[in-house]
């Protein structure tokens, strides 16, 4: 290298590109697992994890509102091969702390290039490589990689800004209006009453976190939401501590038993669905009392597991609403006023900060601009290989995790399935592996990606048209059953007709 160059012209030059054999994008749990798995059964191959955001943990990064919490259990949202050993329901800080242990103790750190947004990622048949172009967002610097594997692990929601409804009036409202996507580290609650839009999980942790500092908060809804109430804790693994049994003995038994226990809950859900309504509604009677319209503000209309069910350690969120500090309110919304908002009821809710709990905003593949051979590529035109593949598209894998059960379960169960095609490829010799519709499927329906009786969360029907299509035959489909998946993705024939090598 010749270190008397001249700094101006060096610095313009464009830098060559860096190849890996498998490029990861995005450092969240998925990253993080699926570079674990990577280096732990493919330890040959070489890789590089690229992140937009200054750190690891993805979601668990984006969002800083009081209270964020997951509405899982850590013990199977953490990794299978990591013990989790605090209580079931945990903080953002602490399943940053634990992917942070994860990174440290398997040497990952390296590996991640942080800053990085990727923005485009073009395949070419001539060489068999893709090659993505990131931008430094430190620097504005572009930057480019050749990969011979993308593994997709940038979620499914746009980290830089969440969804927010249009409502007339929202410019007159004299006070703020916030997401909790993008909370603010200058807000100040003390005193002030708010109005939280929603009664997702986001708006069941964030009330009862800020409930004791507000003068008053209010979720408002437009329709209840299914909540499941419990301890913060679980029993066997406090007994099986007692018992001095190894950390790594109580992560695997307690994974156990509440996988084995959830696929009985859904299997109820299914089977009779009035009686879970009846059980669940009752746990939130039992905080309440009987004199609250629970009817009214805790009784869905749909059928229970047709959206994720937020758990809510310790009733948290209702003991807030027994002691007065926090309210509910069920109603529509027909405009935004100087004071707060306007109910089509007609009644008016004062608020000084109105936080719209209202969801995110789809983002499919990480809005990356997607080309093979140079003509660009709209996911919504291809079809899922059991959601993780799709027809057409060479040499990428996507990590969409599970809604019903911990999103992490399918991460490490997809990280399998990826290194074994990897290892699978090396011993055919081939450069490329792509999913084709097989002769028995080409006269098959194509329907959307999941089916909205099944599952129908907003986010998803307001985007189905960008996501890829489904099939009728398991192979085509994106199943959101850990149960079945289990057994199916390590099962997969990665011969069949389904895959074509080169
Ligand atoms: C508030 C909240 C609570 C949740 N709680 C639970 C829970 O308790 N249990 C559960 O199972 N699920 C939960 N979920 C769903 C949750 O998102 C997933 O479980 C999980 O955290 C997703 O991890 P991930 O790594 O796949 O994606 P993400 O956490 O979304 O991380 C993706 C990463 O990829 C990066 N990225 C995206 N695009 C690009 C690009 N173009 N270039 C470079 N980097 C990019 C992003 O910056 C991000 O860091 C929750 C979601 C939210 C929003």
Redesign the pocket.
């Given at each position: 290298m010749n270190v008397l160059a001249n700094p101006d012209t060096a610095s313009s030059a464009p830098k060559p590109a860096e190849h890996f054999d498998v490029l990861i994008?995005?450092?969240?749990?998925?990253?993080i697992g699926s570079a674990y798995h990577l280096t732990q059964q493919m330890p040959d191959k070489s890789f590089v994890i690229?992140?937009?955001?200054e750190s690891f943990?993805?979601?668990?990064?984006?969002?800083k509102y009081p209270g964020?919490r997951?509405?899982?259990d850590l013990h199977t949202?953490g990794y299978r091969f990591k013990p989790w050993v605090g209580p079931p329901i945990a903080t953002s800080e602490e399943i940053k702390a634990y992917m942070g242990e994860v990174i440290a103790e398997n040497d990952l750190a390296r590996h991640i290039r942080y800053k990085?947004?990727?923005?485009r990622a073009s395949w070419s048949s001539a060489t068999n490589l893709w090659t993505v172009d990131?931008v430094r967002t430190d620097s504005g610097e572009p930057t480019t990689f050749t990969a011979n594997f993308l593994w997709m692990?940038?979620?499914?929601?746009r980290?830089s800004e969440g969804y927010t409804p249009e409502w007339t009036g929202m410019d007159k409202f004299k006070g703020r209006i916030v997401h909790p996507q993008r909370w603010p580290e200058d807000i100040a609650l003390k005193d002030k009453k708010v109005v939280v839009i929603g009664s997702g999980?986001?708006a069941a942790t964030l009330i009862p976190a800020i409930a004791g500092e507000c003068a008053h908060v209010t979720m408002l809804q437009r329709s209840p939401t299914y909540f499941r109430v419990g301890r913060n804790a679980i029993e066997l693994a406090e007994t099986l501590r007692q018992l001095q049994v190894k950390e790594e003995w109580i992560h695997e038994i307690v994974r156990r038993k509440i996988l084995f226990e959830q696929d009985a809950f859904t299997q109820r859900c299914i089977a009779e669905p009035e009686q879970v309504k009846k059980e669940l509604i009752s746990q939130i009677t039992a905080v309440l009392g009987p004199d609250y319209d629970v009817e009214k503000h805790f009784t869905p209309n749909y059928r229970p597991w047709r959206q994720r069910i937020a758990f809510v350690p310790d009733a948290d969120l209702f003991e807030g609403i027994k002691s007065g500090k926090a309210s509910v309110v069920t109603d529509e919304i027909d405009r935004f006023t100087e004071k707060g908002i306007l109910l089509k009821s007609g009644e008016e809710l004062e608020a000084d900060i109105i936080v719209t709990a209202t969801g995110?905003n789809l983002?499919v593949l990480?809005?990356?601009a997607f080309s093979i051979d140079g003509k660009p590529l709209n996911f919504g035109d291809t079809v899922t290989y059991r959601g993780m593949m799709f027809t057409g598209v060479p040499n990428l894998v996507w990590?969409f995790?599970?809604?019903r059960?911990?999103?992490?379960l399918r991460?490490d169960l997809v990280a399998d399935f990826v290194c074994r095609l990897l290892a699978h490829m090396k011993k055919k010799g081939a450069k490329k592996v792509v999913p084709a519709l097989r002769a028995e499927d080409h006269n098959m329906p194509l329907l959307s990606w999941i089916d909205p009786e099944n599952f129908n969360p907003g986010y998803m029907m307001r985007n189905m048209n960008l996501l890829p299509k489904r099939g009728d035959k398991p192979e085509w489909q994106h199943s959101q059953d850990y149960w079945a998946e289990k057994d199916e993705i390590p099962a997969i024939d990665l011969d069949d007709a389904a895959f074509a090598y080169d």
């Open positions: 994008v995005g450092a969240g749990i998925s990253g690229l992140e937009t955001q943990g993805g979601t668990w990064l984006t969002h964020i997951s509405d899982s949202f990085h947004r990727i923005e990131a692990c940038q979620g499914y929601y980290h999980a986001t995110f983002c990480g809005d990356i990590v995790g599970y809604f059960a911990s999103w992490t991460t």
